[in-house]
């Protein structure tokens, strides 16, 4: 090949991008060995390769819609660096579930989060509080929960 052993590595990594990776892009002969020598690293690393997937897996489904829509494709450029940022992140901290309970140590509320944008609010069908404590509490929780990013 006469290529050095540097050059055989960065052709290798270019090679072994997982499929959910290549179809990001407009077209895999867009993706050079800079946009496959900034992922391997990622890609490496078991929890930041799982980021790295799922975030190719939000992205082609953006493409796709760009493309239906006749809107210009993400470039490779921007592809590599939202697929990077997001096998960087570090794992925001898993929130337990919290409760909210009355004067007498009932539970009147439970709050937990699901994935990345939601809140699951659960009430007891034996309400102990009026509806005006559990909204007070629920805007409580979204208070701390905006307060938190």
């Known amino acids: 090949l006469q290529v050095t052993k540097s050059w055989l590595s960065r052709y290798l990594d270019l090679a072994r ?7 990001c ?5 867009v993706i050079g060995i800079s946009h496959a020598a900034a992922l391997a690293p990622l890609l490496n690393q078991p929890v930041s390769r ?3 997937l799922e975030e190719a897996v939000v992205l082609t489904a953006e493409q796709q819609t760009r493309r239906e829509a006749g809107w210009v494709l993400l470039a490779p450029a921007a592809v590599v660096a939202r697929l990077g940022k ?3 992140e570090k794992p ?15 539970v009147f509320l439970k709050a937990k989060r699901e ?3 939601g809140v699951v609010f659960t009430v007891p069908a034996a309400l102990t509080v009026d509806r005006k404590a559990v909204a007070e509490a629920i805007d409580l929780y979204l208070q701390r929960l905006n307060s938190d990013r």
């Open 17 to 23: 991008l997982p499929s959910e990776v290549l179809s």
């Open 25 to 29: 892009f407009s077209s895999p002969h």
């Open 50 to 52: 799982a980021r790295v």
């Open 86 to 88: 997001t096998g960087r």
């Open 92 to 106: 925001k901290p898993v929130r337990p579930e919290e409760q909210f309970k009355d004067l007498a140590g009932k």
């Open 115 to 117: 994935g990345k944008a």
